[in-house]
T-cell receptor, first 113, second 114 residues
Framework: SQTIHQWPATLVQPVGSPLSLECTVEGTSNPNLYWYRQAAGRGLQLLFY??????ISSEVPQNLSASRPQDRQFILSSKKLLLSDSGFYLC????????????FGPGTRLTVL | AQKVTQAQTEISVVEKEDVTLDCVYE???????LFWYKQPPSGELVFLIRRNSFDEQNEISGRYSWNFQKSTSSFNFTITASQVVDSAVYFC???????????FGTGTRLKVLA
């Protein structure tokens, strides 16, 4: 069966520090991978998605970046965090076309102080 | 442009009441898919249902039912005899051909009071 992992679960970082969040998927090949951010009490904002290794599509220009070094690994990074980067970060995967549902990871709660 | 609107920001009901969560979508594509997800307090989104644009049959799964009406571009979700465990944020989402993106609504927070 398929499983998606995200870590860390919780993170508190000072403004200006770097960030690296990791997401890995097990039990499937060539998944589509997604990073979303959810501000407190708000909806989901799509940040990046990837349909293959090395392929990254950015939805929101900001100080975040994403990479997909392996088929089932998706990394969200920042060189310098801003207060506005605080939120709940969710990784998701799907296979095939848009007719299939997404499956979400447990999320990382990031607080930037 | 594609869009999903969940006009109800928050709904509170008393346990055992029925509740309907509204979802209105916009797309010019003839092939599209609609989804509902549940986000409990733990935070992880849980997939509930998928419906394609060619299938307008309503669906029932236990206490959950979904009403898809293309004429009004709506895909509403009803919980019958609500329970405290139904308390969560519910998201409606849309995907269309030619893109790998899913468009999410802003969510409806459901509070079921004992």
């Amino acid at each position: 069966s398929q499983t998606i992992h995200q870590w860390p679960a919780t993170l508190v970082q000072p403004v200006g520090s770097p960030l690296s969040l990791e997401c890995t998927v097990e039990g499937t090949s060539n998944p589509n991978l997604y990073w979303y951010r959810q501000a407190a009490g708000r909806g989901l904002q799509l940040l990046f998605y990837s349909v293959g290794i090395g392929q990254i599509s950015s939805e929101v220009p900001q100080n975040l970046s994403a990479s997909r070094p392996q088929d089932r690994q998706f990394i969200l990074s920042s060189k310098k965090l801003l207060l506005s980067d605080s939120g709940f970060y969710l990784c998701a995967w799907s296979v095939g076309g848009i007719y299939n549902e997404q499956f979400f990871g447990p999320g990382t709660r990031l607080t930037v102080l | 442009a594609q869009k999903v609107t969940q006009a109800q920001t928050e709904i509170s009901v008393v346990e055992k009441e029925d509740v309907t969560l509204d979802c209105v979508y916009e797309t010019r594509d003839t092939t599209y898919y609609l989804f509902w997800y549940k986000q409990p307090p733990s935070g992880e989104l849980v997939f509930l249902i998928r419906r394609n644009s060619f299938d307008e049959q309503n669906e029932i799964s236990g206490r959950y039912s979904w009403n898809f009406q293309k004429s009004t571009s709506s895909f509403n979700f009803t919980i019958t005899a609500s329970q405290v465990v139904d308390s969560a944020v519910y998201f409606c989402a849309l995907s269309t051909s030619g893109t790998y993106k899913y468009i999410f609504g802003t969510g409806t927070r459901l509070k079921v009071l004992a």
